[in-house]
């Protein structure tokens, strides 16, 4: 059975970066699409964007287009989630998926998730 974890959030200033971390166990992202979610309080779950492994297909929401990248790590276990000049609307709980299907988890459908890790922005 995969499991996926986030680590990585916290609190950052308004204009700066983050990086948040997504670690696969059980199997490697090798050959799934991974995606990242958030869930900001009181609103619904939100796509933020994903990538199939090799790179071939990416998919980001308008709000982060040019400023988050999904990036895969050093090795099949790792997948990052770049977020650069971060805003105040960005503020919400980050969640890790991977699946076979890279629309499936682009659509949060099937797959496996995390239990999400805390981003807080600050100005």
């Known amino acids: 059975q995969m499991q996926v974890k986030e680590s990585g959030g916290g609190l950052v200033q308004a204009g700066n970066s983050l990086r948040l971390t997504c670690t696969a166990s059980g199997r490697t992202f090798r050959n799934l699409a991974v995606a990242w979610f958030r869930q900001a309080p009181g609103k619904e779950r939100e796509f933020v964007g994903a990538?199939?492994?090799?790179?071939?297909?990416?998919q980001y929401s308008d709000s982060v287009k040019g400023r988050f990248t999904v990036a895969r790590g050093d090795n099949d276990n790792t997948a990052y989630l770049q977020m650069n000049n971060l805003k105040s609307e960005d503020t919400a709980t980050y969640y890790c998926?991977?699946?076979?299907?890279?629309?499936?988890?682009?659509?949060?459908?099937?797959?496996?998730w995390g239990q999400g890790t805390q981003v807080t922005v600050v100005s």
């Open positions: 990538r199939s492994w090799s790179g071939a297909s990416t």
């Open positions: 998926g991977a699946s076979t299907g890279f629309w499936e988890v682009v659509e949060g459908i099937r797959g496996f």
